[in-house]
C-alpha cells in the first residue's frame, strides 16, 4: 500500500511539473537560426584546355615564325620576269614578194641586272634574258603554193626608263637591242608539176625594238605591253620583218 501511494505521489508530481512547463515551452519560439551566409561568389573557372590544344596554342608563335619565309636572295635581286605574245608580222624587202603578213608568237623571260654593276645611270633599269619565237608566213597563187616558218632565238638586252611624270600612271617605256639566230623552214609547191621544193637553214639574227608597259595596279606583279620590233635574218638573202608583239609578263 506504501509503495503504491509512494507511486501515486511521484505521478502527480511529473503531472504537475508537465502542466506548468508546457505554457512556457509552447510560447517560446525556437531561437532562429543564424542567417545562411551568402554563397561566397568564386571566380568564374576557367574552361579547360585540353591537352592536345594546350601544346598547340604554346607552339603557335614557333609555327608562325617558321612560315614566315625569308626572301629568294635571287628573287629578290635579278627580280625575273616571264613573258608571252601575240606577234602579227608583215614582211620587207624580197621576202615580201611572196610573204607579206604572217602570224607568231613568243615566249621569253628577263632577269634584272644587278644595280651596282649599271647604277651610272639610275633613271634606268637594265635587263637583259632570252625569247624563243615562231613566226609563219604562207602564200598562195594560181602557179604555186608557198610557206615560209621562222623561229628566232636570241639574246637581248632592255633598258626600261623610269620616267616620274609616266610613272604616276605604272607606265614604263622600254628599249631592247638583241642578238642570235634563227631557223627557217620553207616550201613551195608548183602547182602545173606538183613538185614541191624545201630548204631551211639557219641564219644570224639581229632584233632592234622599242615598247611600253603598263602594270596593272590591281595585279602588282602582272604587266601588259605593246612592243613594236626589228628583224633582221641574213643569209644569202637578207630577210626583214618588222613585228607588233602584244602580251602580258608577270614578275616573281
Do not use: C
Not at 194 to 204: G, K, P
Not at 211 to 218: K, Q, V
Amino acid at each position: 500500500m506504501k509503495l503504491l501511494k509512494v507511486k501515486m505521489k511521484r505521478f502527480i508530481g511529473i503531472l504537475i511539473v508537465f502542466f506548468i512547463a508546457a505554457p512556457v515551452f509552447s510560447q517560446t519560439k525556437p531561437a532562429a537560426k543564424p542567417a545562411a551566409k551568402p554563397a561566397a561568389t568564386k571566380p568564374a573557372a576557367k574552361a579547360k584546355v585540353p591537352a592536345k590544344a594546350a601544346e598547340v596554342k604554346a607552339e603557335e608563335p614557333l609555327i608562325e615564325t617558321s612560315t614566315v619565309l625569308a626572301p629568294n636572295p635571287f628573287l629578290a635581286r635579278y627580280k625575273p620576269v616571264a613573258h608571252v605574245s601575240l606577234i602579227p608580222s608583215v614582211s620587207l624587202g624580197y621576202v615580201a614578194t611572196e610573204f607579206p603578213f604572217g602570224f607568231g608568237a613568243n615566249v621569253g623571260a628577263h632577269v634584272l641586272l644587278p644595280y651596282d654593276f649599271m647604277k651610272f645611270v639610275p633613271m634606268i633599269d637594265w635587263r637583259m634574258g632570252v625569247n624563243f619565237g615562231f613566226l609563219g608566213y604562207g602564200a598562195s597563187t594560181p602557179e604555186f603554193d608557198a610557206s615560209i616558218s621562222l623561229i628566232p632565238m636570241t639574246l637581248d638586252v632592255r633598258s626600261i626608263f623610269n620616267i616620274p611624270e609616266l610613272m604616276k600612271y605604272n607606265l614604263f617605256p622600254y628599249a631592247s637591242m638583241g642578238t642570235g639566230m634563227t631557223a627557217a623552214m620553207g616550201s613551195r609547191t608548183d602547182k602545173s608539176t606538183s613538185e614541191t621544193y624545201s630548204a631551211s637553214s639557219v641564219d644570224y639574227t639581229y632584233t632592234l625594238g622599242g615598247g611600253l608597259s603598263w602594270d596593272l595596279p590591281e595585279v602588282p606583279a602582272l604587266e601588259v605591253f605593246l612592243d613594236l620590233q626589228y628583224l633582221l635574218a641574213a643569209e644569202s638573202k637578207i630577210g626583214h620583218f618588222f613585228n607588233v608583239a602584244l602580251g602580258a609578263s608577270y614578275g616573281f
